[in-house]
DNA sequence: GTGGTCTAGACCACG
DNA sequence: GTGGTCTAGACCACC
C-alpha cells in the first residue's frame, strides 16, 4: 500500500504524511473510515510507531483525520481539508514560479508545460 | 545586504546561498567583482567563517562563483550557471504544478496566476 | 582496512574518499550496504568525525554512497556512479597522456605500458 | 607569451612552471639564451616576483633552468631534463591508466584514443 | 545511536 | 590577509 524511500532525505513521518494524503485526496480512503492503528502501520512498514503517531498527528493538524480517543483515526470529509490544501498549494506554487521567471523561464515556457501537465491527465 | 531568519529551519549556510544566487540571478554582482571575505561576511552576519565558506564552496560547485585560494572568491560569467540553472527550475516547477493539480487547482486558476506573476515584472 | 598518509600534501578527507571509492569500485563493498559511522571510522583513522562527515559527503554528490539521516550511510548501486566515472577518467586519461606525448614518449611505448597493465590484472 | 588562468585552482608558480616547461621542451626558448629576470617577468604577468623566483627556482631543480650567480637564469641543454622527464611522465600516465582500468574502461577503448591523439599530431 | 549543523580556535600555503 | 583544512566540543532532529 505505502512504499518508503529509504534514500529520501526527507524524514520518514513525512513521507508517510505525504502517502497518505494522497490516498485521501485520490478518494482511496473513504470518509469516516477507520485508519490502521499506528503499532499496525508500524509493523507493515516496518517502522516505529512513534513514526507513524507523528504522521497521523501532522494529518490530524491538516485536517485530513480526525481522532476519537479509544477508538482510532478516521478519515476526515473532503470539506475538512479540501479548501485550506488548496491555498496552501497555490502559495507553494507562486513562490516556485516566481523563482523560475527570476531563473529565467519564460511565460510561454510555462504555459506550454502547463498545458502538458494537465492533458497528460485528461487522457488518463 | 543580507538578512539570516533564524526561525527558519533550514540551515543558514543554505539561506545564503539561496540570497547570494538571487543576487547574482539578478545582476546585482558584477561578474568577475570580488565578493566579501569569509571572514569579513562573517562577522557582518554575525555567524563563524566556516559557514560563510560552506555557502561560498556550493556556490562555486553550482557554478555561480570561481575561487582562488589566497585571493578571494569572484562572481562567474553567466554563461557558468545560465542553463543549468534553468533546467533545475523547470524540474521542480513541474513537480510542485503537478502537485497543484492533484490537489484541485484548475488549469485556469494557475495560467491567470502565471499571467500575473509575469506582469507584475513587466511593470517594474 | 584504510591506511592514512599524513605526509600526503593532500588533505585527509580526500585521502579517504578515494580509498572508498577504489573499494567501493572495486566491488569489495556490498550495493546497501552500511558504512561505518563517521564516529565509529573517525575514531578507527584517529580522525575528527568532521573530517569523515566531509568525505562521505563527497562521496554522496558522486553519487557512491547514499545518506539517511539518522541511520547511516549505505553503499549505492552501481549504476549510480559508473558512468560519470567513465566520463571523468576517460577526459583525465586524455589529457595526461597527451602531455606525456609532448615528454617525447613515443605511442610504442606508451601501446606496451598499456598492455602490460591490462594483462597484469588478467592473471589475477 | 604566457597567459595565467586566475581560475585554476593550482598555485600560479605552478602554472607558471607549467608553462615554461611546455616552452622549453617545445624548443621555443633557445639553449644556453638568458631568462628574463624574475623582477621583468613578474611585471609582465602582474605577480609578485617572489613567484617568479619560486618557479625558477622548482625549474633549475628539475633541470631545466640553470643559474649563474649574479648573472641570471639560462635554459639548460635538453640532455639536462629529458631522460628524467619521460621516467616522471610515465610514471604518472601508468597511475592514470591503472585508475582508468580500475574504472571499468577497456584496453580498446584506451588503445583507440591512444591512436586518436597520436595522429592529431601527425597532421599538424 | 545516527547524521547534520554550527562555533571557536588553530595551522598551513599562497601571494 | 585570504581561502583551505582540521580539531574539539556542542546542540538538534530523527528513529
Known sequence: MIL????????????????????????ALETDSRMPSVRAMGMDLAVNPNTIQRAYNQLEQEGYLYTVSGRGS???????WREGKKKKMLAEWRLVTERAREAGLTREQLAGQLNQIYEEVQQA
Chains 1, 2, 3, 4 share one sequence.
Open 4 to 27: 518508503l524511500d529509504y534514500r529520501d532525505k526527507r524524514p520518514i513521518y513525512e513521507q508517510v504524511v505525504e502517502k497518505l494524503e494522497k490516498l485521501i485526496m485520490g478518494g
Open 74 to 80: 478516521f478519515v476526515a470529509p473532503e470539506s475538512e
